[in-house]
């Protein structure tokens, strides 16, 4: 047994084992939690600003994954707007 009764590998010295496994479960990505959000899946609208889109993926990515569904994504301002829902656009005013 290594240093505080650690085991201990003669090459590395102590094992340490991690005190939970959080780090060895993937978690869901920025993107798909974005759109698992509930109106993704019943045709509303999902919302975020540009900045946490840039700081958690890209938008490349929230364009590219709109686009695999055929969503539509709007940009006002800093907002990223995706509509979810393939119907046709139409701008009223």
Avoid at 22 to 36: K, L, N, V
Avoid at 46 to 53: G, L, T, Y
Avoid at 82 to 92: K, M, S, Y
Wanted: with cysteine.
């Amino acid at each position: 047994m290594g240093p505080r009764n650690l085991p201990s590998d003669t090459r590395t010295g102590p094992i340490r084992r991690p005190r939970s496994l959080w780090h060895a479960i993937p978690m869901p990505s920025w993107i798909d939690q974005m759109f698992s959000a509930q109106q993704a899946h019943t045709g509303g609208v999902v919302r975020r600003s540009i900045h946490d889109i840039n700081k958690y993926a890209s938008l490349e990515e929230v364009l590219e994954r709109a686009d695999d569904e055929g969503w539509h994504v709007v940009q006002i301002g800093d907002q990223i707007i995706v509509l979810c829902n393939t119907g046709d656009i139409r701008i009223l005013h």
